[in-house]
């Protein structure tokens, strides 16, 4: 079992300080707590940048407005505190999680009464799946659950509320010895996995399903990009479950889980293969930062 979260050494940017890690606590009576009033963000740093770092923090800002919340930093002062909490815990390769709540000056279902919290920390986090799990590909379940319509949830934000369905389904297919969970939107088509946006392969052509009621993830926008770059033809559309029959290749995206190839989604099969090993590279050259060329 890795060491539990709460008690690790480094350092915490916690509302405009470094506080020691083990002492970046929040009340008991918090209302990001009780009732998911908190937006967050994933990011990652190779060679000592974050990759996409102002595209994070627009998305962190935006999540908070979404939930009628304002981030009382701007978006240069939340990219410098997460450059100081990299250099301040000695970092270069690192997943990193800035997270904005409401604080405990009321504790009922309204909130605007209540502060705004922001607090990030990074720690080394290699990768999502094991390296051996990622070369066979995973094996995914399908969820209970549902993506729920934008009109039943502010579903374009990276807000707390949205992960309680995803834990359901992770844990739910873990337990059965799946790596995850593939979950369908409420109108019965493919939507994402548990916390990674999903591609599939024909040929020179990719297809992924329309962010219309989920996450357009920032690592999925980076492959879509790369896809076209290496000759694909790619096809953003709904994508009915039975459909899965007609692929070759499958992989999911995401700052944590990278390009994570897919060897079965319940009863349908993939062979890991070209396409993936392809993007599995042009992603990692993606983010590796430029060289400097030496004088
Ligand atoms: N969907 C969900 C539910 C996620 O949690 C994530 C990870 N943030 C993604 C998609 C992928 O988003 P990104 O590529 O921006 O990390």
């Known amino acids: ?18 506080k020691p890690w083990r002492e970046a606590k929040i009340h008991v009576l ?3 707590l009780h009732y ?14 974050v990759f996409k770092l102002r595209e994070h923090t627009n998305r962190l800002i935006e999540s908070g407005k979404t939930l009628d919340f304002t981030i009382p930093y701007s978006a240069d002062e939340i990219d410098a505190a997460c450059r100081q909490v990299l250099a301040s815990n000695n970092l270069v390769d690192a997943y990193m999680r800035p997270i904005a709540w409401r604080g405990s000056e009321e504790l ?9 919290h922001l607090a990030i920390a990074a720690w080394v986090w290699p990768s999502y799946f094991s390296v051996e799990e990622k070369l066979k590909g995973i094996r995914l379940q399908w969820s209970k659950w549902k993506r729920p319509s934008p009109e039943t949830i502010p579903c374009k934000a990276k807000a707390a509320g949205l992960y309680m369905i995803c834990t359901l389904s992770k844990d739910a297919a873990m337990a059965e010895g799946y790596a995850d969970a593939l979950m369908l939107d409420y109108r019965g088509y493919v939507a994402e996995a548990t916390g ?22 920032i690592t999925r926008q980076t492959l879509v990009g790369l896809a076209k770059e290496n000759g694909y033809r790619v096809v953003e559309r ?8 007609d692929f070759e290749e499958c992989f999911l995206t995401g700052t944590a889980a990278e390009v994570t190839p897919v060897s079965q989604v319940g009863d349908f099969r993939f062979t890991p293969g070209k396409a993936c090993q392809t993007l599995i590279e ?10 400097v060329a030496a004088e």
């Open 108 to 116: 009922s279902v309204p909130a605007r009464n209540n502060t705004v």
């Open 196 to 217: 990674a946006n999903v591609f599939f392969v024909k040929g020179d052509e990719v297809h992924t399903p329309t962010p219309d009621c989920f996450l357009n993830g």
């Open 282 to 291: 042009a992603y990692s050259a993606a983010v590796t930062p430029q060289q």
């Open 1 to 18: 079992m890795a060491v539990p979260m709460d008690q690790r050494d480094g350092w915490i940017w916690f509302d405009g300080e470094l």
């Open 238 to 245: 709904h994508i009915r479950p039975e459909e899965l029959a």
């Open 36 to 49: 998911a009033s908190a937006v967050f963000e994933g990011q990652r740093a190779y060679g000592g940048e």
């Open 30 to 32: 918090t209302h990001g």
